[in-house]
């Protein structure tokens, strides 16, 4: 369920530039989840588009704080 989350937040959310890095070009996308039992939550995912590449990759995710 989480899996097929993720890959909606990156096609439908707008991902703002975090920087580049010796890696590639990071990303972080602010979106909302509901978890299973129906509670909904704002979390902030990171991703990167690894140089000569063009598909993003997930990092990682965590809750936003104060809300």
Do not use: C, H
């Amino acid at each position: 369920m989480l899996r097929g989350d993720l890959r909606q937040i990156i096609r439908q959310e707008k991902a703002v530039n975090a920087g580049r890095n010796d890696y590639g070009e990071k990303y972080t996308v602010l979106a909302r989840l509901k978890t299973p039992s129906g509670v909904s939550r704002d979390i902030i995912t990171v991703w990167i588009v690894l140089s000569g590449e063009d598909v993003p990759r997930f990092i990682t995710a965590y809750p936003r704080e104060g809300k």
